[in-house]
C-alpha cells in the first residue's frame, strides 16, 4: 500500500504557473503508475495527466496538452506536476493518484478515476483573474 502526499497548491493569477508535488510512502515506488486528476466545485473528477513507471511514457488530458507537464523522481518517491499559463478554468482541487502494476498496459487504462487504486487528499489550485 502507498500513502500519496500533495503539496504546492495555492492562489496564481490568470497566465501564472505552479508546480505541485505528490510524495509517496513506501519502498516500491517505481512499481507504479503515477497520475493527477483535478475535481472543480460541483464537477465530476477529471484525468489531468498519467506518467510510465519508468517516466518514459506521458499522456495528458487534451485540455492540459502543452501547458502542463508531467515528471517522477523515483529515487526521491515523488511525482511533479507543473503547470504553467493557468487559466480561470484550471481551478480545482488536484488529486494524486497510483495504481500498482507488475506488467505494462497502455497508458489510456489510468486516464478513469476507476484505473487508480489509491489517492492523495488533494492540493487546491486557485487562478484568479
Known amino acids: 500500500q502507498v500513502q500519496l502526499v500533495e503539496s504546492g497548491g495555492g492562489l496564481v493569477q490568470v497566465g501564472g504557473s505552479l508546480r505541485l508535488s505528490c510524495a509517496a510512502s513506501?519502498?516500491?515506488?517505481?512499481?507504479?503508475?503515477m497520475g493527477w486528476f483535478r475535481q472543480a466545485p460541483g464537477k465530476e473528477r477529471e484525468f489531468v495527466a498519467v506518467?510510465?513507471?519508468?517516466?518514459?511514457?506521458?499522456t495528458f488530458a487534451d485540455s492540459v496538452k502543452g501547458r502542463f507537464s508531467i515528471s517522477r523522481d523515483n529515487a526521491e518517491n515523488t511525482v511533479y506536476l507543473q503547470m504553467n499559463s493557468l487559466k480561470p478554468e484550471d481551478t480545482a482541487v488536484y488529486y494524486c493518484?497510483?495504481?500498482?502494476?507488475?506488467?505494462?498496459?497502455?497508458?489510456?487504462?489510468?486516464?478513469?478515476?476507476?484505473?487508480?487504486?489509491?489517492w492523495g487528499k488533494g492540493t487546491l489550485v486557485t487562478v484568479s483573474s
Open positions: 513506501g519502498r516500491t515506488f517505481s512499481s507504479y503508475v
Open positions: 493518484a497510483a495504481k500498482s502494476e507488475v506488467y505494462s498496459r497502455g497508458l489510456g487504462y489510468y486516464t478513469s478515476p476507476g484505473g487508480m487504486d489509491y
Open positions: 506518467i510510465s513507471r519508468s517516466g518514459g511514457s506521458r
